[in-house]
């Protein structure tokens, strides 16, 4: 995400609209190489990283826009700020930590 929204800066002179829409849900804990959890990692904090990457372009546009596309499922979570990685999570429930991300992304 850093390479793409450094190289995306450097080619582009302003960002009318970001649609933050990407997303995953593994079943089963994983770890990313950077000892992150792949939900977290994916749907929470690459919508935060490319979103703060791409701060200085939107802020060039007349009106800028971020969407961030959630999900209904966030609706059956809480946040729960003690276990953003789901480290507590047993047994681990891909679906809850999806829409325990889906929560976190709107609180964002």
């Known amino acids: 995400i850093h390479t793409f929204t450094r190289k995306f800066s450097e080619e582009n002179g302003k ?5 933050n829409n990407a997303g995953c849900m ?3 804990r994983e770890l990313t190489g950077d ?7 994916t749907n929470t904090l690459g ?9 200085d372009l939107l802020k060039k546009s007349s ?7 959630s999900s209904g499922g966030m609706l059956v979570q809480k ?6 990685q789901f480290e507590k999570m047993s047994p681990f429930d891909g679906t809850m930590a999806y829409a325990q991300n889906k929560r976190q992304q709107i609180v964002m």
Do not use: C, S, Y
């Open 79 to 84: 946040l729960n700020v003690n276990d953003l």
């Open 63 to 69: 009106d800028p826009r971020v969407i961030i596309v």
């Open 15 to 19: 960002l009318d609209v970001l649609v």
């Open 47 to 55: 919508t935060h990283i490319m979103t703060q990457g791409l701060v």
């Open 26 to 28: 593994v079943n089963t």
């Open 35 to 41: 000892d992150l959890e792949k939900n977290f990692a």
